[in-house]
């Protein structure tokens, strides 16, 4: 159903543009003082002429905006009627701070290892939340 009326909103957009190309113009702007036709006697006159594409264009404007909104409308039906902004995950868990901590002070250099010491232990990671504590250094015996 979709692509048909997508074939059909493409073919009065063609034909929309066919009869505004078609209309006299009423500037002669471009030299040829609008309407490019001859004398008066043919199948009608120029100001039928002009009721009769006015009028068609009127028409297919119509029919082109249902077809626009049919499209909308079909489309619309994929989605389940949500919006946008519902396909934003949110975080579940506590917000998440915007920038890093920083200590507002350094840490203390370590104590100098003696070489009968054991090596120091890596310092455990930092816990989460929104201050960070240097970790410190293990005591000396």
């Keep these: 159903m979709e692509s048909v009326l ?35 006697g043919g199948l009608m006159s120029v100001r039928g002429q002009a009721n009769l594409l006015t009028r068609a264009t009127a028409v297919l404007a ?25 396909r934003i995950e949110t975080p579940t868990g506590p917000a998440a701070p915007i920038a890093p901590a920083v200590p507002s002070t350094p840490a203390a250099p370590a104590a100098p290892a003696t070489s009968d010491a054991a090596p120091a232990a890596p310092a455990a990671p930092a816990p989460a939340g929104d201050t960070v504590t240097p970790p410190t250094a293990p005591a000396a015996d």
């Design 62 to 86: 119509t029919l082109f905006i249902i077809t626009s909104l049919g499209l909308a409308i079909l489309g619309g039906t994929h989605s389940k009627g949500s919006s946008v902004l519902d």
């Design 6 to 40: 997508l074939v059909i909103h493409l073919l009065l957009a063609i034909a929309l543009i066919i009869t505004i190309l078609l209309q006299r113009s009423e500037g002669g702007a471009l030299g040829i003082g609008g309407g490019g036709g001859g004398g008066g």
